[in-house]
């Protein structure tokens, strides 16, 4: 990318979130303490992005045929014969754990006649059309061809199953289409070197939600790239969120937003007391005393972060003790271009955001839930779809997300709605705090072949 840090860039008033690391309670990992801002210029994101069949067709052949993205977690798979069924626009991808216990992944589609080999996800010793009978070993051999005797031309080296490239990173298994794109290793290594410090393959799969969104993946994925939509969408966390303090930073094929916790906006016009930060992180009604208090000179972000020790002892044990506050209070939204979002420490949360089939005006949110166990690794559940008519509060193993979540979910068909209407070209970003959506089109008019 031509494009670099430029330290003038402006920020909010208030503490930064450098100085806030430097009132940690805990020595602070070092990858906090990296910064990179990046300009990415002030011009508006097309319109057409978002609403356009045509540009939605060039990014599945210029984009989702050729870069690598996340398909599903290594725990979904664990055993030969297990597979899992990636769906990407109109693309669809069989994920295959071999006899050996490699990952392959392969078209899912019948060399034959075409049919979807696998319509769900589940386990088998081959991989057998249920059309006509065609089969194939786990490892993509030729099988069985039923009455072979009609089928003197079919040789069994072309007939074996077309392979896309695999990988994985941090307990994910990642898909390319394209068999001669980058290793997985280069594309991901900012990231692989930032997620050192927390590693996501020791964690276990707690929850996977999913539903339908009305709305273009690219819209439901920026509801979630940057904290200045907070001050209107989830005005409830103002009083310990410091939604316009957080720190974006931008790398290559990867971008985070820091947003810190503990904390007050800087936009609200009083500062809460440490006991206000308190219970509005508790989600504690006015008529309710809160479960714990801040005892005099201490912090809001101090004890919340005790409390998130205090919870994860069992597991973790002392390690607890040398995490930071940051690490347990912060909102560290990483994103991989281009739909992959983990968040950094035990902050847990994985999204991935797709089109929904081969409709452009309709995504599918993926909602992930990662947790560190001890003993042996839980089995990982199955996804709960919800259906359009469901609240994301329908989904209890969310915890209180789901409200927020909800709250996004009102925006995201009403974006897609007014991008439609608008007789504006363009889409217009904040320069640093909507910098990661800047640099999502920027990536994405590489990819594409156009220039935001």
Known sequence: MAVRAEPELARSPGISYQELLDTDTRPVPAVLRLTSPASLGSDDIPVERYISRAWHLLEVERLWKRVWQFACREEDIPEPGDYHVYEIASLSFLVVRTSTGAIKAYPNACLHRGRRLKDHDGRCSELRCPFHGFAWALDGALADVPARWDFPHVDDELFHLPEAKVGTWGGFVFINPDRAAEPLAHFVADLADQFAVWDLASYYKEAHVARVVQANWKVAQEAFCEA??????????????????????????????????????????????????????????????????????KTMRAVAADLTRAKWRPVLGDAVDAMSDAELMDSIDYTLFPNFHPWGALNRIVYRFRPNGDDHLSSIMDVILLAPFAGERPPPPPVHWLDERQSWTDAPELGLLAKVFDQDLFNMANVQRGLAATAKPGVTLGNYQEAKIRWLHHKLGEWVGRSA
């Open 228 to 297: 200045f939509h907070v001050n209107a969408t989830h005005p409830q966390v103002l009083a310990y969120l410091g939604d316009t303090n957080s720190q974006v930073d931008i790398w290559d094929n990867c971008a985070r937003v820091i947003t810190p916790g503990g904390t007050p906006s800087p936009l609200l016009n009083r500062r809460p007391s440490e006991e206000d930060m308190l219970r509005s992180m508790l989600d504690v009604r006015v008529d309710e005393e809160p479960p714990v208090v801040v005892p005099p000179g």
